[in-house]
């Protein structure tokens, strides 16, 4: 049985605003108090199959398929609170204007009325589907039940023994090829002897060979051309199944064609008339008109129409998504006609829409970071879809920000032992460049097939600087480059390998950053010259292309550096690497270390716009050999918009270690080698393009080593759950489709650096943007996961 039951003049802190709306709503809890007299609220229903003779053991999804078939819909409930219909009652009123009516008819909803419900056209609808199941002979009946005036309703459904399918046959008797085809995939059938008939079976079937067919040749076959007659006077609840071809079907979707001539409108655009005679032969392609824009060598490896080959729909959907997803165009359209000389053949139509080449973009923004700076920053990018006629997309992105700090942690003293600068307006300066190609092919030294795949596979190439000037502090100058490849050989994985991968980093640093440094020797080695050679690995596996009710997405990363190198000095006789004198390249040690990073997320659809979202992520991350200590660039931090909302950006952690009042940087020490992460976000819609969310967060990191000037950030995996930093909070979204902006109010629940039996800090909460346990405002661009 299957049951569903829907499915509730002093200035006050501004915490406890959400509160209040909470008991108001709860205020509303008498869920009949708008109901009108004489009708009563359709409060759940159960579905009941009843079928103590019938062997096919189907029940449960039967009652789940009947169960859907109900309308209207009982109100939303959770664990028996219906949230909607608390708020419509609590501010409901019978003006057409003013407050209350906006929120009652924008976030309430109005009670579902008994009256609404139609049983007898359910019932009826119930029991066609049963019908459509095999249970010929089925009644259906309900009984309604009120008390309080709300109404719960049973549906009962009494089902024999179905009908089973006795025996198939397809009544192919003429010798056309079509009807031997058909014949061929009899072994694969949907339907099988000795089954229950079903109609649904029946209709997939007619799919199935539709596209077995069209994948044959037969361009101009159809699902509706196929018939089946079913004979149940046979007897014994047993039904005969014929198969056959409409007799007004047209011959000339009864036979297979090839593929003749193959036209290429490499550079079409909508009302062109492109001649046919104005070509480029390439490989026995039509290119038509030229190779101004894209070259045909590179262009064919994504078209897989062959001259002289069977027409396949696989085939034209595969080239279309192929030439879809190039850079270079906007547009892919493939059609066929048959060919005017030779009845049995098609020619291909392949009609490509350039997209706009080149792109300049700005941006403009006001950053303000969790570490107390603030300042202006503007980004210029550059795109040119086809760079070198191959449909390579070349970025360049040029980025220059200037920061100021504006106050809070890291205000205060040096350590001891070291001379405090005397600056309280520290400056940073930043300046970037970012060059990548796509090109959309492989290239490699190996002689590699062409991947049949309706993703585009990409080589990517990287070139990068970074320059990073903190005033009285240190210039840091970063370079980068990168080799790799992406590919995704169906739609749900997605593969992406970077076998070169290059950092160099290079540290300025003044005096009074130095005597810092050395008083923290851990720190100091994050933040030597030093070199990262290695690869990056990642698979992503992803169904939220999918419209389903349990969607998933997982990404894992591999990052490797150091180990090819230093294999090779070990090879050429270079000494043991040690703290002192480590090994090195140009002058600078290189990292050598193994990253492990994975990222799951979990979505739950309720209803059509509400989400339950869960996330988990796990990383560590372990330096040996050459390296002591992970690079500062590689290692984890917990905080800030997309991680635990209720603290700023790397300020947990590690472990228990608690901030001194006398760091001056703090935010650099807060790193480490182990990351936990756990989310939980509720997103419903509010009206409109406005959507809210209410959210639980947790995490921390942690270090593999001791470090005397961190206690308390070592992992010890038995006070992993009593040191996580907990938050929650709600949040505010604007979702245009094109893009998202997100405010996400944080509110601390527990602080790791405390005593342990001082840890829940929810109790102190201040209900303001200031000081211990306050609010964290989040301003961000889409959604966190």
């Known amino acids: 049985m299957i049951s569903t039951t829907s499915p509730g003049n002093r200035r006050l802190p501004c915490y406890l605003l959400p509160l209040m709306f909470i008991a108001l709503v709860m205020s509303g809890c008498n869920m009949t108090k708008t109901v009108p007299e004489g009708d009563a609220l359709f409060a759940g229903y159960n579905v009941r199959v009843k079928g103590e003779k019938d062997s096919s053991n189907r029940q449960a999804d039967m009652e789940t398929e009947l169960a859907a078939t109900v309308r209207p819909e009982p109100n939303f409930s959770i664990l028996g609170w219906r949230p909607g219909l608390g708020i419509y009652n609590a501010f409901y ?283 202006p920053g503007v980004t210029v990018s550059f795109r040119n879809r086809n760079a070198f006629k191959g449909s390579e997309l070349f970025t360049l992105e040029v980025t220059g920000s200037f920061e100021s700090r504006t106050g809070g942690t890291g205000t205060g003293e040096a350590p001891e032992g070291v001379e405090q600068v005397g600056n309280d307006n520290l400056t940073s300066y930043e300046l970037s460049a970012q060059a990548s190609l796509s090109i959309p092919r492989i290239v490699s030294p190996f002689n590699l097939r062409n991947l049949r795949t309706e993703f585009v596979p990409q080589t990517r190439i990287g070139l990068g600087f970074n320059f990073l000037n903190r005033v009285e502090f240190f210039q840091m100058n970063s370079y980068n480059a990168t080799y790799g490849y992406n590919w995704r050989p169906n739609q749900f994985w997605t593969f992406d390998a970077t076998p070169i991968n290059l950092q160099y980093v290079r540290v300025n640093s003044s005096e009074y950053f130095d005597s810092l440094l050395q008083a923290r020797p851990f720190l100091q080695r994050s933040f030597e010259n030093q070199f990262i050679i290695g690869s990056i690995y990642q698979a992503t596996y992803s169904n939220q292309m999918l419209e389903r009710t349990h969607q998933f997405f997982d990404n894992i990363t591999l990052d490797l550096s150091g180990n090819s190198l230093n294999a090779v000095q070990s090879l050429t006789g270079s000494p043991p690497p040690t703290d002192e004198e480590p090994r090195s390249i140009a002058g600078s040690r290189f990292s050598q270390y193994v990253l492990l990073d994975n990222d799951f997320r979990y979505y739950l659809n309720i209803g059509a716009e509400s989400q339950l979202v869960t996330r988990l992520v796990t990383g560590a991350g372990y330096s040996y050999g050459n390296s002591t200590t992970l690079p500062y660039v590689k290692q984890f931090s917990i905080g800030g918009p997309n991680s635990v909302r209720a603290f700023r950006a790397r300020s947990v952690g590690p472990g228990t270690y608690e901030i001194p009042d006398t760091a001056a940087f703090a935010f650099f020490d807060q790193t480490g080698d182990i990351r936990l992460q756990a989310n939980l976000e509720y997103r419903f819609p509010i009206a409109g393009f406005f959507k809210g969310a209410v959210f639980v967060d947790a995490g921390n990191i942690w270090l593999l080593r001791e470090d005397p000037d961190r206690l308390g950030g070592k992992f010890e995996a038995n006070d992993i759950i009593n040191e996580l930093a907990v938050g929650t909070g709600f949040g505010l979204r604007v979702d245009v489709e094109f893009f998202v902006i997100r405010l996400d109010l944080g509110i601390p629940v527990r602080v790791p650096y405390r005593d342990s039996g001082e840890r829940f800090v929810l109790n102190e909460f201040n209900g303001s943007f200031s000081g211990e346990n306050s609010m964290v405002l989040n301003i961000a661009i889409g959604y966190p996961f």
Not at 162 to 180: A, W
Not at 302 to 315: H, M
């Open 93 to 375: 009123t019978e003006k057409e204007s003013g407050v209350k009516h906006w929120i009652m008819d924008k976030f309430g909803d109005p009670p579902v009325l008994l009256s609404e419900v139609d049983t007898g056209a359910v019932s009826t609808v119930m029991s066609n589907r049963l019908h459509n199941r095999g249970y010929f002979n089925n009644t259906v009946g309900s009984e309604t039940t009120i008390e309080e005036k709300k109404a719960t309703i049973e549906w009962t459904a009494s089902v024999g023994e179905p009908y089973r399918i006795r025996k198939i046959e397809y009544t192919l008797n003429d010798s056309l090829p079509v009807h031997q085809a058909i014949a061929q995939t009899k072994t694969n059938s949907r339907l099988q002897p000795g089954e229950p008939y079903d109609l649904g079976r029946m209709t997939q079937e007619r799919v199935r060979i539709d596209s077995l067919l069209r994948n044959r040749g037969y361009y101009f076959f159809s699902p509706e051309l196929l018939i089946f007659s079913v004979d149940t006077t046979v007897g014994d609840r047993q039904v005969d199944v014929l198969l056959r071809i409409k007799r007004a079907a047209e011959s000339r979707a009864l036979r297979p064609y090839t593929i003749d001539d193959v036209f290429i409108m490499a550079n079409y655009s909508v009302g062109d008339s492109l001649s046919t005679n104005d070509t480029l032969s390439f490989r026995g392609y039509h290119y038509i008109p030229n190779e101004d824009y894209v070259k045909a060598r590179h262009l064919l490896k994504g078209v897989f129409l062959e001259q002289d080959s069977l027409y396949t729909r696989q085939n034209q959907l595969l080239t279309v998504r192929r030439m879809s997803g190039l850079p270079a165009y906007k547009f892919a359209n493939l059609e066929y006609e048959r060919d005017t000389a030779q009845s049995d053949k098609l020619d291909a139509f392949l009609y490509l829409t350039p997209a706009l080449k080149k792109s300049l973009r700005a941006e403009a923004r006001m950053v303000n970071k969790s570490n107390n700076f603030a300042g």
